[in-house]
């Protein structure tokens, strides 16, 4: 079969190459797969930073979001059979550690993800446990299937604490920012105001629910933010960049009282001002870590069932296997957003 692998230890160093199709054990299906999308984490392999390099051992075939249909299924595995067009939770959990045991599945102690830890879904085929997929609907296209995993990541964003008549700031315009600010606006949001310097992105932004996009590159980006929140800030913030600037923004214009729900993951270290941004203003923060399992699935399949075009601009292209580095590089030249491969 066809695979896209992360080759050595360096940058780019992307390859498509042939591998052997795998073989699914006894509770496992094997899935032929139809498309796929590429995610941040995808690039941070493709540029081998600092996370990159403390995690993943190449070769490992890469990819985690996915749409495909079963094509062979092992002895125990009797929930779904060949021909079911399905996506899957890239999350392979112990089910025994404590944070399992306790029905908190997307942060357990001894998660492998696909694509990072383990062979991903950037082939031909793949294997997953079955009790990891979830089965499409025929009205979730293959292309809406295959982003399934990072409209999860916005969807857990965003629904952590209630959004419904609450003023929101969304920083970073990416991908997953862009997913949350359409759920935003579905769950009945009021104001929404998204920080993000890229134009294309921006424009993206307005078309899906934003009510107003800001550079945080201008001058008074904060007391911009306040004023547009009437003086008091906003009552929901969604960091959804992981750059230090946004992250230092968020906390200091968050109302008091106030929500944090913090995705973006950073490449340092960021110091935060306990007393005042956090104690004094009595704020709450939420770290969010991958899809409530399967709570967020089920969120994601009703979201799609009724919205789904609302994301279309968000998905700015479909490419070939063979284009994955053109795809990178779009990526890094910020010439797009969501790219979906087709397998």
Not at 108 to 127: L, Q, T
Not at 233 to 251: C, I, N, Q, R, W
Not at 263 to 279: C, P, V, W
Request: aromatic letters at 6%; charged letters at 25%.
């Amino acid at each position: 079969m066809k695979a896209i692998i992360k080759a050595e230890r360096m940058p780019g160093n992307i390859i498509l190459t042939q591998k052997d199709i795998p073989v699914p054990n006894d509770d496992e299906v094997l899935i032929k797969i139809k498309k796929a999308g590429i995610c941040g984490t995808d690039f941070h392999i493709y540029k081998w930073d600092e996370w990159s390099q403390n995690r993943i051992n190449p070769p490992v075939i890469m990819g985690h979001e996915l749409a495909g249909v079963i094509e062979k299924t092992g002895k125990n595995a009797t929930k779904y059979k060949k021909g079911d067009r399905v996506s899957a939770e890239g999350h392979i959990v112990c089910h025994h550690c404590k944070s399992c045991r306790n029905g908190l599945f997307h942060i357990c102690d001894n998660v492998k993800i696909i694509g990072v830890d383990i062979d991903g879904c950037f082939a031909e085929y793949m294997c997953m446990p079955e009790s990891n997929i979830w089965p499409l609907g025929e009205y979730i296209s293959d292309k809406y299937g295959a982003i399934m995993d990072p409209l999860g990541n916005a969807m857990h964003t965003v629904m952590a604490q209630p959004v419904k008549d609450r003023n929101i700031l969304i920083t970073g315009a990416g991908s997953i920012g862009l997913f949350a600010t359409a759920i935003a606006r579905s769950q009945g949001a009021d104001k929404i105001v998204v920080s993000e310097p890229n134009e294309m992105k921006s424009s993206i932004a307005r078309k899906i629910g934003a009510d107003l996009v800001i550079n945080p590159l201008e001058e008074n980006t904060e007391s911009k933010i306040l004023n547009l929140f009437g003086g008091h800030g906003p009552d929901v913030v969604l960091e959804m960049s992981g750059f230090k600037s946004a992250v230092e923004l968020a906390f200091n214009v968050i109302a008091k009282g106030g929500d944090m729900a913090l995705l973006g993951l950073s490449d340092k270290k960021i110091t935060i001002d306990m007393n005042n941004n956090i104690i004094f203003k009595g704020i709450t923060v939420r770290g969010i870590n991958g899809r409530r399992m399967f709570e967020t699935w089920q969120q994601c399949d009703d979201y799609l069932r009724d919205y789904a075009g609302n994301i279309d601009p968000v998905i700015t292209h479909e490419i070939g296997m063979e284009e994955i580095n053109r795809g990178f590089e779009m990526m890094a030249a910020n010439q797009a957003v969501k790219v979906v491969l087709n397998i």
